[in-house]
């Protein structure tokens, strides 16, 4: 689930990219109230779309290379299925929100 939630985490970046000096480079920086992680969970039977708010975030990337760095960190409470009992049992048993309160990222590179 974690590598699902990097590449989505990836995808939910903002439409927003800052040239740098060099031309083949790029920041990205997150706006967290325009932003957040969108998710899909697929099994067997069913299929389970939620949310995490995003706390704060920077990317850089070298679009010749895909080389990345920056770090992207998401309010790990914030996770929302839209079903209260699984999003109660994700937070206490999986994620442990409670204890673990931020989601972090270090991406290194991006395809």
């Known amino acids: 689930m974690l590598a699902l939630a ?25 706006d967290p109230a325009q932003s957040k992680v969108h998710w899909t969970l697929s ?3 069913h299929t389970v779309h939620g949310t995490f708010a995003m706390k704060k975030g920077t990317m850089r990337v070298d ?18 299925s839209g079903d209260t009992g699984r999003d109660k049992k994700m937070h206490k048993d999986v994620l442990e929100s409670s204890r673990y309160t ?9 395809d």
């Open 43 to 45: 099994t067997t039977f």
């Open 63 to 80: 679009l010749a290379t895909g080389k990345a760095s920056g770090e992207i960190i998401l309010d790990a409470a914030s996770g929302n």
């Open 6 to 30: 990097a590449l989505l985490v990836l995808s939910a970046l903002p439409q927003h990219a800052t040239p740098q000096s060099s031309s083949r480079e790029i920041l990205l920086e997150i």
């Open 102 to 110: 931020d989601i972090v990222f270090r991406p290194d590179r991006v």
